[in-house]
């Protein structure tokens, strides 16, 4: 940049302007480049003022490997499609879930391959840096999100004691590297899921699914601020009926509810609602009558969604039966009724995980891997 610009005034172009990879670039130019850029004001500053390039991250397993895709999420989409670099602690977690991206770092979770404990991996494919914390071997809810104040990454867990039934909670910030206790007051009678479609975090707000252990219905959502660290029950609008099974996603920075249910006695047609919460607490209908369950010649196919493109369009895994099953993802396109494939395929009967992540700077001050004795 010119002499001729005060480093004030270039930094302020620089924080508002550039995205993360010539910003990565930066940091080779000089120290004083070096420092500004890793330095944590800066990277909260550049995370807030930045709109950045918008990703959407699909993992799945074909045989033993996990497998990654980016899919870049622009006028473009799906054209850009690649494989980003995965951290090496991943190859060494078994069982691999991810629960979910926020300020642009991805969180996975699963069991360590060698060593006697659970893990988590906080992973910004932008950058290329991961983050392991190790979590021991108790049967709990795990939660993460990034602090919109701070940008602190979080990790939250909650187990069930189980000789009052009452639930205790931990929170692990990234800048503590420590575990501390915080109140919890949910009901005795919600049962959180722990896994697989269990958590979104959206504009700094963790949500899970839940079950009323007493009705056995799973139309329950419950919530942890991350800037407050309170915990609190959404409560569905009367709209929505009461749905038997529900499941949650997010569509930008608004949690969204998707119910199933069938058209008919034999359970042959299964049709979804999809609706988005607003901040008010009121709900925006999206679409519906788009989940159909039929009949093929060989075999029969099912949709389902597992998360949208910034646009608002459905991403659904394409399940096909037929002696085995194989899965596809596909984008419904609400203005034609159209069903594109993205060219992704599975071999087994589970949905894909899906995310969507913007690029970001964080963990870029952190060493690369760091395992932080993360033990009570």
Request: charged residues 20%; proline residues 5%; contains cysteine.
């Amino acid at each position: 940049m010119s002499d001729h610009i005060p480093f004030e005034i270039q930094v302020e172009i620089i924080k508002h302007v550039l995205p993360v990879k010539p910003l990565i670039r930066f940091t080779s130019v000089s120290k004083q480049w070096k420092s500004l850029i890793e330095s944590s004001e800066f990277i909260t500053d550049h995370s807030v003022n930045q709109t950045q390039p918008h990703h959407l991250l699909v993992m799945n397993k074909l045989e033993s490997e996990y497998q990654f895709f980016s899919i870049v999420d622009d006028d473009s989409f799906p054209r850009h499609k690649f494989s980003p670099h995965v951290p090496p602690t991943v190859k060494l977690v078994t069982g691999v879930l991810m629960l979910d991206c926020s300020h642009g770092l991805v969180c996975l979770h699963g069991s360590h391959s060698y060593l006697e404990n659970n893990m988590i991996v906080l992973w910004n494919p932008s950058i290329r840096k991961s983050v392991s914390i190790p979590l021991p071997l108790v049967s709990s809810t795990v939660g993460f999100g990034v602090c919109c104040k701070t940008s602190d990454p979080k990790i939250v867990k909650m187990t069930r004691i189980t000789s009052s039934m009452d639930w205790q909670a931990e929170v692990f910030t990234l800048s503590s590297g420590a575990w501390r206790s915080v109140p919890v007051n949910l009901p005795r009678s919600l049962d959180v899921f722990k896994y697989r479609a269990g958590q979104v975090v959206a504009d700094g707000v963790i949500y899970w699914r839940a079950r009323d252990l007493i009705t056995k219905k799973t139309n329950k959502i419950i919530s942890f601020d991350l800037t407050s660290e309170e915990f609190g029950e959404v409560r569905l609008p009367d709209c929505l009926g009461n749905p038997k099974y529900l499941t949650i996603l997010k569509l930008k920075e608004s949690l969204v509810v998707v119910t199933y249910k069938y058209e008919d006695e034999f359970g042959r047609s299964r049709v979804c609602d999809v609706w988005m919460m607003k901040k008010n607490g009121d709900v925006k209908s999206l679409l519906t009558n788009i989940y159909i369950s039929s009949k093929e010649s060989h075999g029969s196919v099912s949709y389902e969604i597992v998360g949208f493109t910034k646009n608002g369009k459905p991403i659904m895994d394409h399940i096909y039966h037929d002696g085995c099953v194989s899965s596809t993802l596909k984008v419904y396109d609400p203005c034609s009724k159209g069903i594109s494939d993205l060219g992704i395929v599975d071999s087994r009967l589970a949905p894909f995980k899906m995310t969507s992540y913007s690029e970001s700077l964080l963990l870029l001050n952190h060493p690369d891997s760091m395992i932080f004795s993360a033990f009570n």
